[in-house]
Protein backbone atom coordinates (compact mmCIF):
# COMPACT_ATOMS: atom_id res chain seq x y z
CA UNK A 1 0.00 0.00 0.00
CA UNK A 2 1.14 3.24 -0.85
CA UNK A 3 1.87 5.56 2.24
CA UNK A 4 0.33 8.53 0.38
CA UNK A 5 -2.94 7.00 -0.62
CA UNK A 6 -3.70 6.30 3.09
CA UNK A 7 -6.42 8.34 4.47
CA UNK A 8 -5.59 8.85 8.30
CA UNK A 9 -9.56 9.02 9.81
CA UNK A 10 -9.86 5.39 8.00
CA UNK A 11 -7.02 4.34 9.70
CA UNK A 12 -7.08 0.44 11.57
CA UNK A 13 -4.65 -1.60 13.27
CA UNK A 14 -4.23 -3.83 10.01
CA UNK A 15 -1.76 -4.25 7.23
CA UNK A 16 0.81 -1.51 6.94
CA UNK A 17 -1.49 1.09 8.48
CA UNK A 18 0.35 0.83 12.19
CA UNK A 19 3.28 2.45 10.21
CA UNK A 20 1.70 4.78 8.62
CA UNK A 21 0.33 5.93 12.71
CA UNK A 22 3.81 6.04 13.73
CA UNK A 23 5.12 7.83 10.88
CA UNK A 24 2.54 10.45 11.45
CA UNK A 25 3.74 10.88 15.08
CA UNK A 26 7.39 11.37 14.50
CA UNK A 27 6.60 14.22 12.22
CA UNK A 28 4.01 15.81 14.01
CA UNK A 29 1.21 15.22 11.73
CA UNK A 30 -1.26 12.92 14.23
CA UNK A 31 -4.51 11.28 12.86
CA UNK A 32 -6.83 12.80 14.55
CA UNK A 33 -10.13 10.46 15.70
CA UNK A 34 -13.33 11.41 15.17
CA UNK A 35 -14.99 13.70 17.29
CA UNK A 36 -17.46 12.24 19.67
CA UNK A 37 -20.82 12.43 18.89
CA UNK A 38 -22.99 14.40 21.02
CA UNK A 39 -26.16 12.36 22.74
CA UNK A 40 -29.59 14.54 22.04
CA UNK A 41 -31.27 14.71 25.39
CA UNK A 42 -33.72 12.05 24.70
CA UNK A 43 -30.86 9.34 23.71
CA UNK A 44 -29.49 10.41 27.86
CA UNK A 45 -31.84 10.30 30.07
CA UNK A 46 -32.91 6.61 27.71
CA UNK A 47 -29.39 5.82 28.48
CA UNK A 48 -29.82 6.69 32.20
CA UNK A 49 -32.48 5.14 32.74
CA UNK A 50 -31.49 2.09 31.59
CA UNK A 51 -28.74 2.14 34.46
CA UNK A 52 -31.49 2.44 36.58
CA UNK A 53 -33.24 -0.24 35.73
CA UNK A 54 -30.56 -2.36 35.96
CA UNK A 55 -29.89 -1.39 39.71
CA UNK A 56 -33.60 -1.83 40.78
CA UNK A 57 -33.70 -5.12 39.16
CA UNK A 58 -30.00 -6.25 40.83
CA UNK A 59 -31.53 -4.75 44.08
CA UNK A 60 -34.58 -7.01 43.92
CA UNK A 61 -32.78 -9.79 42.95
CA UNK A 62 -30.90 -9.49 46.44
CA UNK A 63 -34.52 -9.81 48.50
CA UNK A 64 -35.61 -12.45 46.36
CA UNK A 65 -32.72 -14.55 46.91
CA UNK A 66 -34.12 -15.18 50.48
CA UNK A 67 -37.40 -12.73 50.27
CA UNK A 68 -35.62 -11.36 53.25
CA UNK A 69 -33.81 -8.33 54.50
CA UNK A 70 -30.74 -9.89 55.05
CA UNK A 71 -27.65 -8.47 53.48
CA UNK A 72 -29.31 -5.22 52.70
CA UNK A 73 -28.65 -1.90 54.10
CA UNK A 74 -31.25 0.33 55.41
CA UNK A 75 -30.62 2.64 52.15
CA UNK A 76 -31.48 -0.09 50.43
CA UNK A 77 -34.56 -1.26 51.66
CA UNK A 78 -35.79 2.70 51.32
CA UNK A 79 -34.86 2.65 47.86
CA UNK A 80 -36.46 -0.87 47.46
CA UNK A 81 -39.70 0.91 48.89
CA UNK A 82 -39.59 3.77 46.74
CA UNK A 83 -39.13 1.63 43.49
CA UNK A 84 -43.27 1.05 43.97
CA UNK A 85 -44.02 4.95 44.05
CA UNK A 86 -41.22 6.42 41.74
CA UNK A 87 -41.26 4.61 38.62
CA UNK A 88 -38.26 6.03 36.90
CA UNK A 89 -36.01 8.44 38.99
CA UNK A 90 -32.68 7.52 40.35
CA UNK A 91 -33.92 7.06 44.19
CA UNK A 92 -30.27 6.24 45.85
CA UNK A 93 -29.57 10.05 46.94
CA UNK A 94 -33.60 10.13 48.50
CA UNK A 95 -33.17 6.99 50.35
CA UNK A 96 -29.84 8.42 51.95
CA UNK A 97 -31.34 11.94 52.69
CA UNK A 98 -34.36 10.60 54.17
CA UNK A 99 -32.17 7.99 56.84
CA UNK A 100 -30.18 11.57 57.46
CA UNK A 101 -33.53 13.98 58.30
CA UNK A 102 -34.77 11.21 60.26
CA UNK A 103 -31.74 9.39 61.66
CA UNK A 104 -32.59 5.59 60.30
CA UNK A 105 -34.64 3.39 59.51
CA UNK A 106 -37.65 3.32 61.88
CA UNK A 107 -37.37 7.06 62.16
CA UNK A 108 -38.43 7.77 57.81
CA UNK A 109 -41.38 5.39 59.13
CA UNK A 110 -42.28 6.98 62.17
CA UNK A 111 -42.05 10.57 60.42
CA UNK A 112 -45.55 12.49 60.29
CA UNK A 113 -47.18 12.62 56.43
CA UNK A 114 -46.69 16.45 56.65
CA UNK A 115 -42.62 15.52 57.08
CA UNK A 116 -42.36 13.15 54.44
CA UNK A 117 -44.51 15.25 51.86
CA UNK A 118 -41.55 18.06 52.88
CA UNK A 119 -38.62 16.16 51.30
CA UNK A 120 -37.81 17.47 48.10
CA UNK A 121 -38.26 14.81 46.06
CA UNK A 122 -40.22 12.57 48.06
CA UNK A 123 -44.34 13.76 47.11
CA UNK A 124 -47.61 13.29 48.46
CA UNK A 125 -48.07 10.21 46.97
CA UNK A 126 -44.55 8.56 47.87
CA UNK A 127 -45.21 10.05 51.43
CA UNK A 128 -48.94 8.58 51.51
CA UNK A 129 -47.21 4.92 50.58
CA UNK A 130 -44.53 4.86 53.36
CA UNK A 131 -47.39 6.15 55.89
CA UNK A 132 -49.52 3.09 54.51
CA UNK A 133 -46.62 0.64 55.16
CA UNK A 134 -46.28 1.81 58.82
CA UNK A 135 -49.67 1.18 59.25
CA UNK A 136 -49.93 -2.25 57.62
CA UNK A 137 -46.70 -3.20 59.68
CA UNK A 138 -48.40 -2.28 62.75
CA UNK A 139 -51.47 -3.98 62.03
CA UNK A 140 -49.71 -7.11 61.44
CA UNK A 141 -47.96 -6.80 64.56
CA UNK A 142 -51.21 -6.17 66.45
CA UNK A 143 -53.04 -9.20 64.99
CA UNK A 144 -50.37 -11.32 65.01
CA UNK A 145 -50.00 -10.72 69.39
CA UNK A 146 -53.47 -11.51 69.34
CA UNK A 147 -53.34 -14.93 68.02
CA UNK A 148 -49.78 -15.99 68.66
CA UNK A 149 -49.89 -18.75 71.32
CA UNK A 150 -47.03 -20.76 72.92
CA UNK A 151 -48.77 -23.94 71.53
CA UNK A 152 -48.74 -23.09 68.08
CA UNK A 153 -44.73 -23.82 67.49
CA UNK A 154 -44.66 -22.78 63.80
CA UNK A 155 -46.68 -19.56 64.08
CA UNK A 156 -44.75 -18.84 67.19
CA UNK A 157 -40.78 -19.08 65.31
CA UNK A 158 -42.59 -16.71 62.40
CA UNK A 159 -43.33 -14.24 64.68
CA UNK A 160 -40.06 -14.34 66.55
CA UNK A 161 -38.09 -14.05 63.13
CA UNK A 162 -40.55 -11.33 62.07
CA UNK A 163 -39.49 -9.05 65.41
CA UNK A 164 -36.13 -9.17 64.41
CA UNK A 165 -36.16 -8.49 60.52
CA UNK A 166 -34.08 -5.48 59.25
CA UNK A 167 -32.53 -5.26 63.04
CA UNK A 168 -29.07 -4.38 62.43
CA UNK A 169 -27.58 -4.78 66.06
CA UNK A 170 -27.68 -7.45 68.35
CA UNK A 171 -30.95 -6.87 70.87
CA UNK A 172 -32.51 -8.60 73.10
CA UNK A 173 -36.86 -9.13 73.73
CA UNK A 174 -38.54 -10.20 76.87
CA UNK A 175 -42.52 -11.57 76.42
CA UNK A 176 -44.87 -12.02 79.15
CA UNK A 177 -47.07 -15.09 78.46
CA UNK A 178 -50.45 -15.16 80.10
CA UNK A 179 -52.03 -18.38 81.26
CA UNK A 180 -53.56 -19.52 78.42
CA UNK A 181 -50.36 -19.25 76.42
CA UNK A 182 -50.62 -15.91 75.08
CA UNK A 183 -47.80 -13.60 74.53
CA UNK A 184 -47.56 -9.76 75.45
CA UNK A 185 -46.27 -6.79 73.80
CA UNK A 186 -42.61 -7.26 73.21
CA UNK A 187 -40.04 -5.39 75.70
CA UNK A 188 -36.58 -4.70 74.45
CA UNK A 189 -34.31 -5.31 77.25
CA UNK A 190 -31.10 -4.27 75.89
CA UNK A 191 -29.21 -3.60 72.59
CA UNK A 192 -25.96 -3.71 71.33
CA UNK A 193 -22.91 -5.04 69.63
CA UNK A 194 -21.82 -8.49 68.52
CA UNK A 195 -20.35 -11.22 70.64
CA UNK A 196 -21.45 -8.70 73.64
CA UNK A 197 -23.95 -8.95 76.23
CA UNK A 198 -27.22 -7.40 75.32
CA UNK A 199 -29.19 -8.44 78.04
CA UNK A 200 -30.29 -6.06 80.85
CA UNK A 201 -31.48 -8.46 83.47
CA UNK A 202 -32.54 -5.06 86.08
CA UNK A 203 -34.68 -3.69 82.95
CA UNK A 204 -36.07 -7.48 82.85
CA UNK A 205 -37.10 -7.83 86.43
CA UNK A 206 -38.03 -4.57 86.31
CA UNK A 207 -40.76 -5.55 83.15
CA UNK A 208 -41.84 -8.56 85.21
CA UNK A 209 -42.05 -7.17 88.47
CA UNK A 210 -44.50 -4.39 87.03
CA UNK A 211 -46.32 -7.16 85.01
CA UNK A 212 -46.86 -9.41 87.18
CA UNK A 213 -46.75 -13.37 85.31
CA UNK A 214 -45.99 -16.63 85.94
CA UNK A 215 -44.29 -17.34 82.47
CA UNK A 216 -41.94 -15.40 79.51
CA UNK A 217 -40.03 -15.82 76.67
CA UNK A 218 -36.73 -14.72 75.69
CA UNK A 219 -35.17 -13.59 72.13
CA UNK A 220 -32.29 -12.19 70.69
CA UNK A 221 -30.86 -12.26 66.90
CA UNK A 222 -27.21 -12.57 66.01
CA UNK A 223 -27.09 -9.79 63.39
CA UNK A 224 -24.14 -12.13 61.28
CA UNK A 225 -23.37 -15.59 61.10
CA UNK A 226 -25.49 -18.77 62.49
CA UNK A 227 -28.71 -19.05 65.06
CA UNK A 228 -26.92 -21.26 67.05
CA UNK A 229 -26.67 -20.28 70.82
CA UNK A 230 -23.36 -18.94 71.91
CA UNK A 231 -21.43 -20.13 75.25
CA UNK A 232 -22.35 -16.76 76.48
CA UNK A 233 -26.06 -17.14 75.51
CA UNK A 234 -25.97 -20.31 77.19
CA UNK A 235 -24.50 -18.87 80.77
CA UNK A 236 -26.58 -15.83 80.54
CA UNK A 237 -29.68 -17.74 80.23
CA UNK A 238 -29.10 -20.27 82.97
CA UNK A 239 -27.96 -17.17 85.22
CA UNK A 240 -31.56 -15.61 84.35
CA UNK A 241 -33.28 -18.30 85.06
CA UNK A 242 -31.92 -18.61 88.55
CA UNK A 243 -33.44 -15.33 89.35
CA UNK A 244 -37.00 -16.31 88.12
CA UNK A 245 -37.21 -19.49 90.21
CA UNK A 246 -37.46 -17.45 93.43
CA UNK A 247 -40.09 -15.26 92.68
CA UNK A 248 -42.24 -18.15 91.06
CA UNK A 249 -41.54 -17.02 87.11
CA UNK A 250 -40.84 -19.74 84.45
CA UNK A 251 -38.69 -19.09 81.28
CA UNK A 252 -40.54 -20.77 78.63
CA UNK A 253 -38.16 -20.55 76.13
CA UNK A 254 -35.15 -18.80 74.92
CA UNK A 255 -34.91 -18.38 70.88
CA UNK A 256 -31.79 -17.10 68.66
CA UNK A 257 -33.06 -15.38 65.78
CA UNK A 258 -30.20 -15.36 63.00
CA UNK A 259 -31.75 -13.79 59.34
CA UNK A 260 -34.91 -16.56 58.83
CA UNK A 261 -32.86 -19.00 61.14
CA UNK A 262 -33.86 -19.85 64.60
CA UNK A 263 -33.19 -21.59 67.16
CA UNK A 264 -34.78 -22.78 70.23
CA UNK A 265 -33.08 -23.04 73.51
CA UNK A 266 -35.22 -25.53 75.12
CA UNK A 267 -35.25 -28.15 72.05
CA UNK A 268 -31.58 -28.03 72.23
CA UNK A 269 -31.46 -28.86 75.89
CA UNK A 270 -29.71 -26.05 77.07
CA UNK A 271 -31.96 -24.32 79.34
CA UNK A 272 -31.29 -26.87 82.21
CA UNK A 273 -29.33 -25.56 85.55
Known amino acids: ?????????EFSYSGNNLDDLLNGLSTGSQSKAPAPQKKTPAAAASEQEHLHDGHRERLRQKFAEGMSFDGLSDHEIIELLLFYCIPRADVNE??????????????VLNASYSQLCAVTGLGEQSAMYLKILMRLCAKYNLEMQQCISVTNAESL??????QFSGEADECAKLFLVDKQGKLG????????LED?????FKKAMNIISNAPCNYIILAHNHSSGSSAPSENDVVMTRRFRQMLDPIGVSLIDHFVIAGTELSSMRELGMLDL
Open 1 to 9: MNKKDTKPE
Open 157 to 162: YDYMIY
Open 94 to 107: LAHKLLRLFGGFTG
Open 185 to 192: TPHEIGRG
Open 196 to 200: KSVFS
